[in-house]
Every structure is written in structure tokens, then in C-alpha cells.
């Protein structure tokens, strides 16, 4: 036993925090997954079984549980493991991560519960207002406040790994940081730049508004505030993601990181270029000019460039890997990776789909054709691709190495891990092709009923029928997937002993490592300010422009609940009746 050397037996109290947030995200993932198949099925009218009014609430929980909850849950814990191993040091205060931790739970359950509302009579709240909370559709004060208590606890899981670093630092003055804690920082602090705009959103306009304390908001303001921020989160659900790949995948591949400066150049340039772009999610908003939007454009494609880095150092490494372990060829290599393993087999094909889902967020970016995908069902496979899978199989992955390593209990089944992880792949393969073909015949997203009344969309090859069932069944193969993934956390969790077979909690050596990146790189506060400005370039003017035409508090819109519909029926009823 003395032998063994996993993370919980290293950081044992932070090893329980970390479990609670892993827990967190699993059961948001649960809960979301099987909301997107009741959606999956209704919008290809395969099974409606809840009404069309309610979907929205559906759509929201789902939204809201799968790319808030389930990805930053499981994001700050495996960032306080990456902080921890590579400084060799535990947080400076346990009873601090236990605060951030509880106030993000305090702040999901506030949001969980207002939009629950939505379907349940007997609880008085509702947030009908998807994912991006657009004014004029207006929630419960509760789902703002819960919002903001979860970013905040965001925030001081950050402030956690500073400390902890700076600490750190004290003893090692003159030594360059950690790849790991580097990339974790670098993540928070653009992080902290961009929760800027959906704070000032959320407490200087929504709330007010949601409160009674102001009548009115200006929509395209609120809009574009959400947007400096709706961009760089995306990022914060993939730098994790890509620092799994740069720091686990080489060594589960049975190699080392091509190259440590690379990596740092990466995260650099997200820290630069993450927020100076959101605009490009609203190319088709008027009221921005198109110089801004031109801006956000060229700012987007120059953010191309750390993924295309990324591509190439992460393919390098698992080559490194694949000839260590006897791979040969131009492509003979490829045979020679661990594709038996889960944990290897999950990240890699995460990483494939994500070239996938690159392309079409290239494709999103072009500021004349995102008028031919926007609000499409286009978008929805661009992002079941990236977050919904980049993402959200790298993590279900990795568990299956974290899980081992936090309880000191061998995984419960690897053979139905790699099974999951090859049908998360089928079952995304169905379902996000079938839905960017949708979208480029201009079928919408966020609609319950997309073949309207009397009127049928006409893609130039296959059936509509054929891209539903498509949908319907990558959907079913996801849901599966995802609960084959759960039994088997919690069957390694509840079931077995501690177990000696573990192995020690360890990440990928580097083939050119820190000695040879620039000290620049770990220059924070310069790539900080470089950021700060880069914003005020993007922003000031766009936003400037946005006050003077409508006002800081808009021109007196007025508020728009779904949820206060008294007879769902008879909403329906009106709303076909307006359509011809
Ligand atoms: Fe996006 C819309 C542009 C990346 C998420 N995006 C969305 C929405 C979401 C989202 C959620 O410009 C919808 C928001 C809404 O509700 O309205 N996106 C981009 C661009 C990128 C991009 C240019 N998006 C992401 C990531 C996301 C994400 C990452 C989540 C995690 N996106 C847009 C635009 C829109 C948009 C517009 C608005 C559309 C509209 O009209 O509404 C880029 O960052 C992508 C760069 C990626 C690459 C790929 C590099 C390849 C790699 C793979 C390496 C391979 C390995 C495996 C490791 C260039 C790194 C090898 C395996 C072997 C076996 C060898
Ligand atoms: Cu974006």
C-alpha cells in the first residue's frame, strides 16, 4: 500500500473535493443527456410526448445542465488536480475550495429550480429563456442570481489555484511554471476578462429588470454583453479539453509532448484572442455595423491558428508515442496506438471529430456564409461537435484514468468504457451530420415543430425523413452512451476495494520542454494587459454605438414571459392561428 502513489493518496482532502465536483457534473450530465433525447425525438417527430409549449423549458435544462453545469463542474475540479500534481503542493486552505465548490452548488440549484418552474405548477418561477437568456425573454430573478453566484464561485476556484501558485512561487523563484498550472491560469484569466461582460449583463441590467427595479432593457446591448462572453466560454470548456490532450494524451499514447514552448504559445494566444470576437455570433444582429463585425471576422480566423497548432503538436506527440511503441510507416503508426484502451481511444476520436467541428466553425465564421447556416440546425451540429464532443468525451474519457486515481479503486469495466466511447463517436456521426445537411436547407434550430403547417423542407439529396431518422438514432446511441458512462463511475465508486494496481498519478515528460520556451511566455500580467486592450479596440466603439441608438435602457420594451401562459393549448392554438 505504501507503494502506491495516486492522487488521493498524494492530496487525499483535495481528492474529496475534486470527487464532489466530478459527481456534480455526472449527475448534470444525466439529467441533460436525457433531456436531449426527449427533444431529439420530438423535433424529428419520431416520439412527442411532452408538449410543444414545454419544450423550451426542456431545451433550456438542457442547455443550461449540458454546456454550464456538466462542463464547468468537471472542469474546476480537473484543474485543481492539473495545479496540485504539477506544483507538488496542496491548496493553501481546504475549507476555501469547499466555499467556491458550495456556492456553485447553491448557485446550479437556483437556476436548476427556476427552470423547473417551467413545467412543475407548484413551484412560481420559471426561466423559459434558453441558454443565452436573450432579453426580452425574461426569468425569475432566482435563475439570474443563481447564474451569478456560479460564475462568482468560478472566480474563486481561480483565485485558489493563484494562491496555491503563488505560494508556490515563493519557494521557487526562479523556476519556470508548470505546464499544467500555467495552462490553468492562462484559462482563468481570460476567464475573468470575459465574465465581465455577462456580470455587468446580469446585475446592472437583467436582474434590475427581472426585479421591477428598472422597466426596461436594450436587447441588442444585453445581447452583445452576452456575446464578449458567450465566445471565451467556449474556449473555457476546451482548454481543458486541449490540456488532457497536450498533458495525457502523449503518455497514454506511450510517448511525450512534442513540445512544451508550443503548447504555451497556445494558451498565450487564447488568452489574447478568446473575447475580442464574439461578435461573429451576431452577423446577422442589426444595428452593429459591419466594420465591427468585419473585425470580429479577422480576429476569428486569427484565432484559428492555436488549434491548428494544437492539431499538429498533439498528432506529433501521439506519433512519438505510436513509434516508441514500435509504429512504423507514414501512416503505419496509427495501428500502433493503444486503441484498447478507453481512456486513449475516447481523447483521440474527441480530437478527430473536432477537426470535423473546426471546419464548420470556420464555415460559421465567414461573415457572408454564417447567412446562410445562422439560427439553422447547422449550428447545433458545429456545436454538438465541439462541445458536445471535443469536449464532453475528453472528459468522459479521462474519468475513466481520474476516477481510479481520486478513489484508489480500479475502473469498474474498461471493455464497456471503450464501447462507450466508440458509440458516443457513432452515435455523434449520425446525429451532426444529419443536422448540418438540415441547416443548409434552412431548417431552424430551437424549434419544437420545424416542419411548420402544409410545408415541408426540400433537401437537394436524401429525404427529410431520412435526415430525422438519422438524428433520432444518433440520439438514441448518445443516451445509451451516456449512461453506460455513469454505471460505470458509479460502480467504481460504490463497488470493489482499494486497489494496489493503480497507477502513479503522473503526466506526459516533453520531448523540447520548458528550458526551451521564451521566459516571456510566462509573462501573465503583459499577455493580461496585451488582452485588456485588444478588448477595448474590439468593443468600445460597437458598444458606444449601441448605447447612443438604443439608450442604456432600451426604448421600453416590454417584458416577454413564456412561462405565464395560462393555457399552453390555447397559446398553441394562437400561434398556428397567425401562421398562413
Ligand atoms: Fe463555435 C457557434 C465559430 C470553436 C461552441 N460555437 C457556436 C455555438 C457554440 C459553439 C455552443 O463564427 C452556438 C452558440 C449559440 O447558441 O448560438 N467556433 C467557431 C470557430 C471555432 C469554434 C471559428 N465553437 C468552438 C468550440 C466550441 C464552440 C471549441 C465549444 C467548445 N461558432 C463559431 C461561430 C458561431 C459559433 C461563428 C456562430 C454561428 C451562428 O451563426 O450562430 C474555432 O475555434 C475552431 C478551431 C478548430 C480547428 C480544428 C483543429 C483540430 C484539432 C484536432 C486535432 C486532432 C486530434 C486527434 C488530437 C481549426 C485540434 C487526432 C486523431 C488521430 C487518430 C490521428
Ligand atoms: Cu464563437
Redesign the pocket.
Known amino acids: 500500500m505504501a507503494m502506491r502513489n495516486a492522487y488521493v493518496d498524494q492530496f487525499p482532502a483535495e481528492a474529496r473535493v475534486i470527487r464532489a465536483t466530478l459527481w456534480s457534473s455526472f449527475l448534470a450530465l444525466a439529467i441533460g443527456g436525457t433531456l436531449g433525447l426527449i427533444q431529439g425525438l420530438h423535433r424529428t417527430d419520431v416520439l412527442r410526448f411532452i408538449d410543444s409549449t414545454d419544450y423550451y423549458t426542456v431545451l433550456t435544462a438542457h442547455g443550461v445542465l449540458l454546456v454550464i453545469t456538466f462542463t464547468i463542474f468537471f472542469l474546476v475540479g480537473i484543474f485543481t488536480w492539473a495545479v496540485t500534481t504539477s506544483l507538488d503542493r496542496g491548496v493553501e486552505d481546504i475549507r476555501f475550495t469547499w466555499g467556491w465548490y458550495i456556492m456553485m452548488v447553491v448557485g446550479t440549484i437556483l437556476v436548476g429550480v427556476s427552470i423547473l418552474g417551467g413545467v412543475v405548477e407548484q413551484i412560481p418561477m420559471n426561466a423559459d429563456v434558453l441558454f443565452t437568456f436573450y432579453a426580452p425573454l425574461q426569468a425569475h430573478p432566482a435563475f439570474y442570481v443563481g447564474l451569478v453566484l456560479f460564475v462568482v464561485g468560478s472566480w474563486l476556484a481561480g483565485a485558489d489555484w493563484f494562491r496555491t501558485w503563488w505560494a508556490w512561487k515563493k519557494d521557487n523563484p526562479d523556476e519556470r511554471i508548470p505546464l499544467p498550472t500555467f495552462m490553468a491560469l492562462t484559462t482563468m484569466l481570460f476567464w475573468y476578462l470575459s465574465t465581465l461582460g455577462v456580470a455587468i449583463s446580469i446585475l446592472a441590467f437583467l436582474l434590475p429588470w427581472s426585479l421591477g427595479i428598472i422597466d426596461s432593457v436594450n436587447p441588442l446591448l444585453t445581447r452583445t454583453l452576452f456575446w464578449f462572453f458567450g ?1 471565451p466560454v ?1 474556449y473555457f470548456w476546451l482548454m481543458p479539453a486541449y490540456m488532457l490532450w497536450y498533458i495525457m494524451l502523449p503518455k497514454v499514447s506511450g510517448g511525450k509532448l512534442f513540445s512544451d514552448p508550443l503548447a504555451r504559445v497556445v494558451f498565450v494566444l487564447f488568452l489574447l484572442l478568446s473575447t475580442p ?1 464574439g461578435i ?2 451576431q452577423y446577422l444582429d442589426p444595428g452593429i455595423a459591419e466594420g465591427f463585425k468585419f473585425i470580429a471576422m479577422t480576429n476569428t480566423m486569427f484565432l484559428l491558428l492555436p488549434s491548428l497548432l494544437t492539431a499538429f503538436t498533439v498528432v506529433a506527440s501521439m506519433e512519438h508515442g505510436a513509434r516508441q511503441r514500435g509504429g512504423d510507416g507514414y501512416l503505419g503508426w496509427l495501428k500502433a496506438l493503444p486503441w484498447r484502451d478507453p481512456v486513449f481511444t475516447g481523447m483521440a476520436l474527441a480530437g478527430l471529430m473536432f477537426a470535423a467541428g473546426g471546419f464548420s466553425g470556420m464555415i460559421n465564421a465567414g461573415l457572408n456564409i454564417n447567412y446562410l447556416v445562422h439560427n439553422s440546425w447547422w449550428v447545433v451540429g458545429h456545436f454538438h461537435l465541439t462541445v458536445g464532443t471535443a469536449v464532453a468525451l475528453t472528459f468522459m474519457a479521462a474519468s475513466y484514468w481520474f476516477m481510479p486515481q481520486l478513489t484508489g479503486k480500479e475502473l469498474w469495466n474498461r471493455s464497456v468504457a471503450l464501447v462507450q466511447v466508440v458509440l458516443w463517436f457513432i452515435g455523434m456521426t449520425f446525429m451532426s451530420n444529419a443536422m448540418h445537411r438540415a441547416g443548409l436547407f434552412g431548417m431552424p434550430r430551437r424549434t419544437a415543430e420545424p416542419q411548420y403547417q402544409g410545408f415541408n423542407f426540400e433537401p437537394a439529396v436524401g429525404t427529410v425523413g431520412e435526415i430525422n431518422a438519422q438524428v433520432a438514432l444518433g440520439a438514441v446511441l448518445l443516451t445509451i452512451s451516456v449512461y453506460l458512462f455513469i454505471v460505470n463511475m458509479v460502480l467504481t465508486s460504490v463497488g470493489g476495494s482499494s486497489s494496489d494496481a493503480i497507477p502513479d498519478n503522473t503526466y506526459a515528460g516533453t520531448l523540447s520542454g520548458a528550458e526551451d520556451s521564451p521566459v516571456i511566455l510566462d509573462n501573465l500580467k503583459l499577455w493580461t494587459s496585451i488582452a485588456a486592450v485588444l478588448v477595448i479596440i474590439a468593443y468600445s466603439l460597437p458598444l458606444a454605438s449601441i448605447i447612443d441608438a438604443g439608450g442604456l435602457f432600451g426604448p421600453g420594451i416590454d417584458a416577454w414571459e413564456p412561462g405565464v401562459v395560462v393555457d399552453p393549448n390555447l397559446a398553441l392554438e394562437s400561434i398556428r392561428g397567425v401562421m398562413p
Open positions: 465566445h467556449v470576437v461573429h455570433h
